[in-house]
T-cell receptor, first 114, second 116 residues
Framework: SQQGEEDPQALSIQEGENATMNCSYK?????LQWYRQNSGRGLVHLIL?????REKHSGRLRVTLDTSKKSSSLLITASRAADTASYFC??????????????FGQGTILTVHP | KAGVTQTPRYLIKTRGQQVTLSCSPI?????VSWYQQTPGQGLQFLFE???????NKGNFPGRFSGRQFSNSRSEMNVSTLELGDSALYLC???????????????FGPGTRLTVL
């Protein structure tokens, strides 16, 4: 089953603009991860943020996490055409042994026009 | 290091047949997870193996099974194929475990299964 919702489902912007995607989840988490998928291929890990962190940066990516609202956002600054892909948030539930189990959101399709 | 590899990349089967997919993880990774991706259901967790033991299992029928070998390579098997099993099957490996904690997963390119 899906962990939660991603918003928007699709986003179309021009090169150079910023892209913001949101993710909500339902259970308590150990960490939340963002992945990118190009056209039905394998997923590429972008960034991991732990439940005790509020913000994390990696290059042009900025991720925030609000555990009180059970939500996260991914910001891609100065978008490029090569950023065109589907973006998924995925959570690892806290407790137990859910080490190798990711629960994915529905994804946001990002299109960046040159 | 070589990435996660999956074989075959594409597969066409008919209803009622069975299929075996293979996954070779990144060297040193002992956790291997399998996911099914369909347009309707999205990405769904199938199961995860660690040191040859199934550690986690998703909500899939018993027709879906897997195993892991001592070299961490993993296979998943689907018996009595149904049309709805047509999907992209993704394998991922990680260092996830008690000592290393929760980590990112590294995905293979996937196996595209079409059931006719």
């Amino acid at each position: 089953s899906q962990q939660g919702e991603e918003d928007p489902q699709a986003l179309s912007i021009q090169e150079g603009e910023n892209a913001t995607m949101n993710c909500s989840y339902k259970t308590s988490i150990n960490n939340l991860q963002w992945y990118r998928q190009n056209s039905g291929r394998g997923l590429v890990h972008l960034i991991l943020i732990r439940s005790n962190e509020r913000e994390k940066h990696s290059g042009r990516l900025r991720v925030t996490l609000d555990t009180s609202k059970k939500s996260s956002s991914l910001l891609i600054t100065a978008s490029r055409a090569a950023d065109t892909a589907s973006y998924f948030c995925a959570t690892v539930t806290s407790g137990g042994t859910s080490y190798g189990k990711l629960t994915f959101g529905q994804g946001t399709i990002l299109t960046v026009h040159p | 290091k070589a990435g996660v590899t999956q074989t075959p990349r594409y597969l066409i089967k008919t209803r009622g047949q069975q299929v075996t997919l293979s996954c070779s993880p990144i060297s040193g990774h002992r956790s291997v997870s399998w996911y099914q991706q369909t347009p309707g259901q999205g990405l769904q967790f199938l199961f995860e193996y660690f040191s040859e033991t199934q550690r986690n299992k998703g909500n899939f029928p018993g027709r879906f099974s897997g195993r892991q070998f001592s070299n961490s390579r993993s296979e998943m098997n689907v018996s009595t194929l149904e049309l709805g099993d047509s999907a992209l099957y993704l394998c991922a490996s990680s260092l996830a475990g008690f000592r290393t904690g929760y980590n990112e997963q590294f995905f293979g390119p996937g196996t595209r299964l079409t059931v006719l």
